[in-house]
């Protein structure tokens, strides 16, 4: 593949890869990249279209704000042309309720794979949907105007879009249960003070930044990051003994790799 293959560009989201590094975009600056189903959609879709040489996936909105979350028209009778209005949800069965949103979720699922880190590069508002999507990354890059805010409760609604896990993860309960529920503004100093920021940077050294780490990601053998992604990712599900017995196992692993003994 090709320096800057464009891989996808639809309804909003476009997919360029340049050798390891693939780079996800969020389009439309006009509404401040506020999402929807089709956008949904066309991220998921980005996922299953990266090819097998990428290992690092940055993640940025064009304009002023990385997303100011789902798009209003969600709230009207009416909702999206061609997409069930929230209405239409409600009335379904439990099970076509479920699955509806199960199938938004996977747009912010796949972030997380093993074989990828992924970096969210984050300017101006991420609110809502626009914050899950940052938390649905393993990194996050802030600019210094950065303004995250979890507004679902203030809508009589939940966080729904995976975003609850990583935030407690990432800030603890009690600060995720405040941020939730009152909706408030985090702000780049908080974010980075709290774990919600690896870094902040200026805005115009964003996109700088983000290209530096992904470099930096790159500079170690691809398995040893795997492994240690995986391992990482699975030790708040282990108690102490089963991390080390996973450490040992993945340990095996690479060594018998680099010697060069298969099974």
Known sequence: MTSLDSVLDKDGVRLTVDDAVAT??????????????????????????????????????????????????????????????????????????????????????????????????????????????????????????VQFAMRETSLGLVPDLTGTHPLVSLVGYARALEICATGRFVHAEEAERTGLANLVVSADQLEAAAHDLAAALLAAPRDAVVETKALLSGAGSRSYEEQRTAERAAQARRLRDLAGVTD
């Open 24 to 145: 996800v975009t969020l389009t439309n600056p006009a509404k401040r990249n506020a999402q929807s189903p089709a956008l949904w959609r066309a991220l998921t879709e980005a996922g299953r279209a990266l090819p097998g040489s990428v290992r690092v996936v940055v993640l940025r909105g064009e304009g002023k704000s990385f997303s100011a979350g789902l798009d209003r028209q969600a709230f009207t009778p009416e909702g999206f042309d061609g997409e069930p209005s929230f209405l239409d949800m409600a009335r379904g069965s439990e099970t076509e309720l479920d699955a509806t949103i199960a199938e938004y979720q996977e747009a912010f699922t796949w972030w997380r794979r093993n074989d990828i880190v992924s970096i969210a590069a984050v300017q101006g508002h991420a609110i809502g949907a626009g914050f899950q999507l940052a938390l649905a990354c393993d990194l996050r890059i802030v600019a210094d105007d």
